[in-house]
C-alpha cells in the first residue's frame, strides 16, 4: 500500500491537534505496534501517521529509526523489513502512553487498524484499470491464497468513477462477494438481504 506525502510548511503535514515531539511520536509508534501486535514496516507506520495527519512523514520515520537504534523496536526473525517492540519497547508503552492525548491514541490506533486491515485485503484481492479503444475499464479480482474466487471486468466512463469503484470494492470485498454469490446461484432473497444491511464504504484507502 502507498501513501501520498504531504508537506505543508505551516504545520508538517500535521493536523490540529497532532503531535509535533519527537518523544511523543515515538511512543504513539510503540503504542500501535503494541496494540495490533502486528509488526511494523518504517514506511507504512510513518505513511499512516502521515494520512491521518497525526505526525509529520519525516518526523515519524525519524522517530522509527531511532527505536530501532535504541532497541525498542527489533527485527522479526525471517524478515528484517518488519519490526516488533522488546521488552523496553512494551516498558515504553506500559509506562508512558498514559502522557499521550487520549483523542489522539484511539483514533490513532482505529485508522491504523483499518489499515492494517487494507493491507491485508490488498494481499488476496486487486483492482486493475485498463485502457482499451479509448475506453476505461476496471478490473476487480478475488483470490484466497492460490485460487481465483471472483473475477469481474467493467466499463467505468471516466478515471473518477474508476477510483470510485476500486474504493467500493476495497471497502467492501466480502459483500460484494457473498451478493455477487448470491446472485449468480439465484437466490435473490439473500443477495437482496446482504445488499439492505451492508454498511458500504466508498471512502478512499489508499
Known amino acids: ?5 504531504l508537506y505543508d510548511k505551516t504545520n508538517d503535514g500535521v493536523f490540529p491537534g497532532g503531535l509535533h515531539s519527537k518523544e511523543q511520536i515515538k511512543i504513539l509508534i510503540c503504542y500501535l505496534v503494541y496494540e495490533t501486535k502486528v509488526p511494523a514496516n518504517v514506511d507504512f507506520i510513518s505513511g499512516v501517521l502521515q494520512e491521518c495527519g497525526t505526525a509529520n512523514y519525516f518526523e515519524s520515520s525519524s522517530g522509527f529509526s531511532e527505536l530501532i537504534a535504541n532497541g ?9 523489513s518488519l519490526y516488533q517492540l522488546s521488552e523496553s519497547g ?17 483514533e490513532t490506533l482505529e485508522k491504523y487498524q483499518y489499515f492494517l486491515h487494507q493491507q491485508d485485503i490488498r494481499q488476496d484481492n486487486t483492482v486493475t484499470l485498463t485502457t482499451k479503444n479509448n475506453k476505461i475499464y476496471v478490473e476487480c479480482t478475488m483470490n484466497d491464497g492460490n485460487t481465483q474466487l471472483l473475477k469481474i471486468s467493467m466499463y467505468s ?35 437482496l438481504n446482504i445488499i439492505s444491511v451492508a454498511d458500504f464504504k466508498t471512502e478512499s484507502s489508499i
Open 90 to 106: 512494551k516498558f515504553i508503552v506500559k509506562n508512558l502512553s498514559d502522557e499521550l492525548p487520549v483523542t489522539i491514541k484511539e
Open 157 to 191: 466512463p471516466d478515471n473518477e468513477q474508476a477510483g470510485f469503484i476500486r474504493n467500493v470494492f476495497y471497502n467492501n470485498t466480502d459483500v460484494i462477494y457473498q451478493a455477487v454469490v448470491a446472485l449468480m446461484t439465484g437466490d435473490k432473497k439473500t443477495a
Open 1 to 5: 500500500m502507498s501513501f501520498n506525502v
Open 72 to 80: 525498542q523496536l527489533v527485527a522479526c526473525d525471517n524478515n528484517n
